[in-house]
């Protein structure tokens, strides 16, 4: 634990703690000094890794499952204040905090090891069943932006990882005589890279609408045809997933917004190819609030009716308006009746009968209608038995447009046509 800059010994048994560089202090036999590890992440099956064999400085470092390789091989250089320099077996470089840069976030590289430089410094601090790796420098512990293949390493407050070592090279192994110095590579010399590669191709940058299905299939190849893919990948918009077997982004976006996503397919010996490219997903198209429906009705009555003209236009607007609010709801807001003209032409209906369409025809030629995408006709005989309701007429002609020809005006059942 920190305890105001004062150095916590732990005990033989346990693990030495400082805040500091403190003289005098110990590893305590944490750790045999010199001796190989793998750095595992407490409660997976993930390990520090060197990513894809690099032995470039300023390589920031990953997490990946545990395959053996040189490149996940980190050997333990005990310092005299209690802390350990961590060399990677494969690169020779070692855990570095860039910069002694103390901002929570800042990825961990590889750089050249440094007897002296206190960034290449961690402590093992007792954590849950393994331990934090608190950095000398920053006071900050190493971290995994994730716990999928290939998530980065960092450095934030201590609680939220832990790690477990494993010898690797026996406990009969002898301890560096002395500390390396800062131009020491691995005490054996790194095996060859791998030959294969692994190449994802770009799909450029992609689009989407909230609630619109989509996807997209991420192409791989990997050089050694006798090896398997498999793919992740992070940034993705909420509501969109990546199939890890072959590749495919599916769903439907959930939310607006854009993302920088970035694939990765990777084979079994750890070689792995990335592509990053943008998904924008817009906004669900806001309904219509425009009247998009003109409808101009004419009401008439058979031959002789005593029909008063002023109650029947006063409940023809009402059944009108009866209408309206029923397609809008059933078309969520897309649908929109506006009535462009309401005319009392009397006496020249018929209750039903094959007069229909003459009465319809001659209340197209009085009004000079000319049909339309989108324009309706509503043609109503008041004075007969007959009613009309919901769904009577094709709902085709919300679109297309057309005649509709109406008997009755019971406001209980005028609700739609």
């Known amino acids: 634990m920190w305890v105001a800059g004062v150095a916590v010994i732990a005990t033989s048994a346990a693990l030495a703690v400082a805040a500091s560089s403190p003289a005098g202090a110990s590893s305590g036999g944490a750790l045999v000094d010199g001796g190989l590890y793998s750095i595992g992440l407490t409660g997976t099956a993930k390990v520090v890794d060197d990513p894809n064999y690099s032995d470039d400085g300023e390589t920031q470092l990953i997490i990946w499952r545990n395959h053996g390789g040189d490149n996940q091989k980190w050997r333990a250089i005990a310092r ?24 929570a976030g800042t990825g961990i590289i590889q750089w050249y090891c440094s007897d002296t430089a206190s960034n290449h410094r961690w402590y093992l601090v007792p954590s849950g069943s393994g331990y934090a790796l608190v950095n ?14 290939g998530s980065p390493l960092e450095q934030q407050p201590q609680g939220a990882a832990s790690w477990t070592f494993t010898r690797l090279d026996g406990p009969s192994a002898p301890p560096s005589s002395s500390p390396p110095s800062s131009t020491s590579t691995s005490s054996t010399p790194p095996p060859p890279k791998p030959a294969n590669t692994v190449s994802v191709a770009n799909p450029e940058d992609q689009s989407g609408t909230v609630g619109a299905p989509t996807s997209l299939q991420v192409k791989a190849t990997d050089s050694d045809s006798s090896q398997t893919l498999s793919y992740t990948a992070s940034g993705l918009p909420t509501g969109l997933s ?24 990777a084979d079994t010996t750890n070689v792995y190819g990335t592509a990053s490219f943008s998904w924008t997903v817009n906004p669900a198209p806001a309904p219509s609030s425009s009247a998009l429906h003109p409808v101009t009705i004419v009401v008439t009555t058979p031959s002789e009716s005593t029909a008063d003209e002023t109650a029947t236009e006063s409940q023809i607007r009402q059944d009108f308006a009866n209408v309206s609010t029923y397609w809008k709801t059933e078309s969520n807001g897309v649908v929109d009746f506006e009535l462009a003209s309401l005319d009392w032409w009397p006496n020249h209906g018929t209750c039903g009968g094959s007069q229909d369409s003459a009465t319809v025809t001659a209340a197209e030629n009085a009004e000079g209608f000319k049909p339309g995408p989108q324009k309706h006709l509503f043609v109503m005989v008041v004075g007969c038995s007959h009613t009309y309701g919901v769904g009577q007429q094709p709902k085709a002609l919300l679109t297309a447009g057309g005649y509709v020809y109406i008997e009755g005006t019971s406001s209980a059942n005028t609700v739609g046509a």
Do not use: F, H
């Open 80 to 103: 005299d204040d209690g802390s350990y320099s961590l060399q990677n077996l494969y690169s020779g470089m070692c855990m570095d905090d860039p910069w002694a840069d103390d901002d």
């Open 136 to 149: 000398e420098a920053s006071g900050l512990a190493l971290t995994p932006d994730g716990r999928t293949d």
């Open 242 to 265: 990546i199939n890890g077997a072959s590749g495919l982004i599916s769903g439907t976006p959930a939310s607006a917004g854009t993302s920088t996503v970035k694939v990765t397919a």
